[in-house]
C-alpha cells in the first residue's frame, strides 16, 4: 500500500534525524588525542652577523630559532667573556633572540656569548644547553681547547650537568665569590669542552649544584672538584679527570638546635666531629645524657628536668673548645611523649648468632620484666635475660638461644617500661623468628699490598654504595665477614696517606685533593650457605 505525503515526509525525517545522532555520536566518541610529548629543545637556524664573525663591529647580534622561546634567568644564565662594564639588553621578538651590545668591544678580543641554560622552549621548558656565540673584534678567533671528564670521587661514576669552569690564574681571587664567565656543563657521560680559549694560564674546576644553582661554590652541599696544577694552556689540552667531592667546611658551627616536641633536644653541625664532646655550662644539670650520631655531625641530648630557661652548651672536639651556643626555652612549653622502639630484625627474622636488640627512641629508667611476654610458639618463655647495651640505657638486648623453625612473639604490656621523664609506655608488641644458617654466607678478603709503606683503609659497600664495614690494614692480612647476607657487595680501598684511620676529604681553597680512593672491579657474590675467598692485589698507585 502506497504511503501518503505526511507518512513519507515522517520516514525521511526519521531518516535524517538518526543519520545526524550517528555523525554526532560517532564524532564524540573519537576523543582528539595528544601527540607525544615534546622532549626536543629549540636549535638555532640563524645567526646575524654568523657565528665566528672576525672584525666584528655590530651593536645588535639577531639569533633566530625554529620555535617559540623564552629566556629564563638570563642576567644569571648568560654570561659573555670578557665581561663588558655594561651588560647586552636581550629581547625576544617572536623566534628570534635580539642581543644589544651596550657597552664598547675591546680591541682585538675574542668574546664569547655562553647561554648556559637561559632558552627554553615555550610549551615543556625544553633547554637548548651548551650553546655559545662567538665573535672577534680582531682578524683572529682564539681557537684553544679543554677537554676531559667529571666523575664521583667515591665511585668513577660520571656526573651529568656538573659545571666545569676555568678562571685565569691571575683573576682566581673571584672563586667562591663571583660567576666565572667561561663554563660549559657536562653531559651523560660525564664529557666536557670548553672551546675558543685563548693562550693564557688557567685554573680548572668542575661544580655540582643541587636544583641548579648560580653557578658559585658556596655551600658545603655541593660537589666539587679542581685541577691540582695549574693549565698553561697554548695548544689544546685534553683526557683531563675531574673528580667531584664534598668539602667539609674548615670553620665549625652549629646550623641548628632546637627542642623537639617530645624534649629532646638535636643539636646539627656543619661537619662531622671525630671526637665530639659536649658539655653544659650553665646552669648546673644533673645527669645529663648525650648521644652522638655515627657520622659525627649531630648531638641529641636529654635532661630529665626540663625546668630550665636557657642552655649554655660548650662543643669540644677532643679537648678543643669549637664553638658555644645557647638553647633557650618557654616555661609554657609542653611535651609530648609517646615510648617506641626499633629492632635488629630483617624481614621480621633474627641472624643466627645474634640477640634480639631493642633501641628506645628515648632513654630508660627502668624496665619491669615482669610485664613483658615472650612465647615460642605460643608457650611462654620465663628464662631470658634482658640487658642494656649501650651507657644511655637506650638499646636493651634479649638474651635467648633461639630456635629455627620456631614463631617468637614478644609483647610489652602497658606501663612496662618508664622512661627518665617518668613516661609510660602503651602496649608494644611484634613477630619473629631465627632465619637459617644457610640463608648467609661466609667471606674473607685476602688483602695483598704492593706498596708495603703505605697503609689504607679497606670498605666493605653494599650495592646502594653504603659502607657497611671499614677495616684499616697496615700489613698483608686476612679480613673475615662471617655471616654475610646473601648479595652483592663493592670492595673499596683509601689510600690512608695521614694514617689517621679514617677517609679524609679534600680541601679546594688549600689545594689538597681528598685522599686516593681505588675500587676493586669485581662485584662480590655472596650466596646462601656458601664460603668464599677473594684475593684482593692493592695496586702500588691508583687515582
Request: aromatic content about 10%.
Amino acid at each position: 500500500m502506497g504511503l501518503n505525503k505526511k507518512s513519507t515526509f515522517l520516514v525521511y525525517f526519521t531518516a535524517f534525524i538518526s543519520a545526524l545522532t550517528l555523525i554526532n555520536g560517532c564524532a564524540s566518541m573519537q576523543q582528539p588525542e595528544g601527540g607525544p610529548r615534546d622532549t626536543i629543545a629549540p636549535s638555532v637556524i640563524k645567526e646575524i652577523p654568523e657565528n665566528y664573525t672576525r672584525n666584528f663591529n655590530n651593536k645588535k647580534i639577531l639569533i633566530e630559532l625554529d620555535e617559540y622561546f623564552k629566556l629564563n634567568n638570563e642576567y644569571t644564565e648568560i654570561s659573555i667573556s670578557p665581561t663588558p662594564e655594561v651588560n647586552p639588553f636581550y629581547k625576544i621578538k617572536k623566534k628570534t633572540l635580539e642581543i644589544e651590545l651596550k657597552d664598547s668591544l675591546e680591541k682585538n678580543t675574542t668574546y664569547t656569548i655562553n647561554f648556559g641554560n637561559a632558552i627554553a622552549d615555550v610549551n615543556e621548558g625544553n633547554k637548548l644547553k651548551n650553546y655559545s656565540y662567538v665573535f672577534s673584534t680582531g682578524p683572529e678567533i682564539d681557537s684553544l681547547q679543554i677537554s676531559g671528564k667529571v666523575v664521583n670521587y667515591l665511585d668513577n661514576k660520571p656526573i651529568l650537568d656538573a659545571t666545569v669552569f676555568i678562571i685565569p690564574v691571575s683573576r682566581d681571587s673571584i672563586f667562591g665569590k663571583k660567576r666565572a664567565s667561561i663554563y660549559t656543563a657536562t653531559d651523560s657521560s660525564g664529557n666536557f669542552r670548553l672551546k675558543n680559549l685563548k693562550e693564557e694560564n688557567y685554573r680548572l674546576y668542575a661544580l655540582k649544584e643541587e636544583n641548579g644553582g648560580d653557578r658559585v661554590y658556596n655551600n658545603a652541599k655541593e660537589m666539587i672538584g679542581f685541577v691540582s696544577d695549574d693549565i698553561k694552556l697554548n695548544k689544546d689540552t685534553s683526557e683531563i679527570l675531574i673528580k667531584l667531592f664534598k668539602q667539609y667546611p674548615e670553620e665549625y658551627r652549629n646550623v641548628d638546635r632546637k627542642i623537639e616536641n617530645d624534649g629532646r633536644i638535636t643539636i646539627i653541625y656543619n661537619r662531622p666531629l671525630e671526637k665530639p664532646a659536649f658539655k653544659i655550662i650553665e646552669p648546673e644539670i644533673k645527669d645529663p645524657i648525650f648521644n652522638y650520631s655515627l657520622n659525627g655531625d649531630t648531638t641529641t641530648l636529654w635532661v630529665k628536668k626540663m625546668e630550665f630557661d636557657s642552655l649554655k652548651i660548650v662543643t669540644n672536639s677532643g679537648n678543643k673548645i669549637l664553638d658555644t651556643l645557647t638553647l633557650k626555652r618557654s616555661k609554657r612549653d609542653t611535651y609530648t611523649r609517646n615510648i617506641t622502639f626499633n629492632t635488629n630484625l630483617v624481614a621480621n627474622k633474627i641472624k643466627p648468632g645474634t640477640d634480639l636488640t631493642l633501641t628506645f627512641n628515648v632513654p630508660i629508667e627502668n624496665i619491669d620484666k615482669n610485664l613483658i611476654a615472650i612465647t615460642q610458639d605460643s608457650t611462654r618463655i620465663p628464662n631470658y635475660l634482658l640487658q642494656a647495651a649501650d651507657k644511655n640505657n637506650r638499646v636493651f638486648k634479649i638474651v635467648y638461644p633461639w630456635k629455627v623453625k620456631k614463631m617468637y612473639a614478644i609483647e610489652i604490656k602497658d606501663e612496662a617500661i618508664t622512661d627518665i621523664y617518668g613516661t609510660k609506655n602503651k602496649a608494644l608488641k611484634g613477630g619473629f623468628e631465627l632465619d637459617e644458617v644457610e640463608n648467609y654466607g661466609n667471606l674473607s678478603l685476602n688483602m695483598v699490598k704492593s706498596d708495603t709503606a703505605k697503609n689504607y683503609i679497606v670498605q666493605l659497600l653494599d650495592e646502594k654504595q653504603n659502607v657497611l664495614k671499614e677495616n684499616p690494614i697496615t700489613k698483608n692480612e686476612i679480613i673475615n665477614y662471617p655471616m654475610m647476607p646473601n648479595g652483592k657487595y663493592i670492595v673499596r680501598v683509601v689510600y690512608d696517606a695521614n694514617n689517621n684511620g679514617i677517609f679524609d676529604s679534600g680541601n679546594v681553597f688549600k689545594k689538597i685533593q681528598p685522599e686516593k680512593i681505588w675500587l676493586y672491579d669485581k662485584e662480590i657474590v655472596i650466596r646462601p650457605n656458601w664460603d668464599r675467598e677473594e684475593k684482593i692485589t692493592i695496586p702500588k698507585d691508583f687515582d
